[in-house]
């Protein structure tokens, strides 16, 4: 299975920058379209971010749009979340995941492998 690890959370103020790294194990990391999600308190998990198997390809819940990027590194076995101009609606756990499908999903189902989730707090 893949093995994912979230990193980079902590907390920003209201206008700020952050980078999410999630750094996957195995040598068919490359295979796999990857996407974020994100889950505030007391709320469901909703889809942020989501990239094709090359980085080609991406989509955005419309949220984030310009705000975010989502990009990969197939080398380093490692995806990104460049997530600027912070507001505190995004603040809640940032989880990455992989799916073995075509990708860009935006359902959980449509995920095969979960990381563990990083904490993204953002103060007005």
């Known amino acids: 299975q893949v093995q994912l690890v979230e990193s980079g959370g902590g907390y920003v103020q209201a206008g700020g920058p952050l980078r999410l790294s999630c750094a996957a194990s195995g040598r068919t990391f490359s295979r796999y379209a990857m996407g974020w999600f994100r889950q505030a308190p007391g709320k469901e998990r909703e889809f942020v971010a989501a990239i094709n198997w090359s980085g080609v390809l991406t989509t955005y819940t419309d949220s984030v749009k310009g705000r975010f990027t989502c990009s990969r590194d197939n080398a380093k076995n490692t995806v990104y979340l460049q997530m600027n101009s912070l507001k505190p609606e995004d603040t809640g756990v940032y989880f990455c995941?992989?799916?073995?499908?075509?990708?860009?999903?935006?359902?959980?189902?449509?995920?095969?492998?979960w990381g563990q989730g990083t904490q993204v707090t953002v103060s007005s």
């Open positions: 995941a992989a799916d073995s499908g075509y990708g860009l999903g935006q359902r959980r189902e449509e995920y095969e492998y």
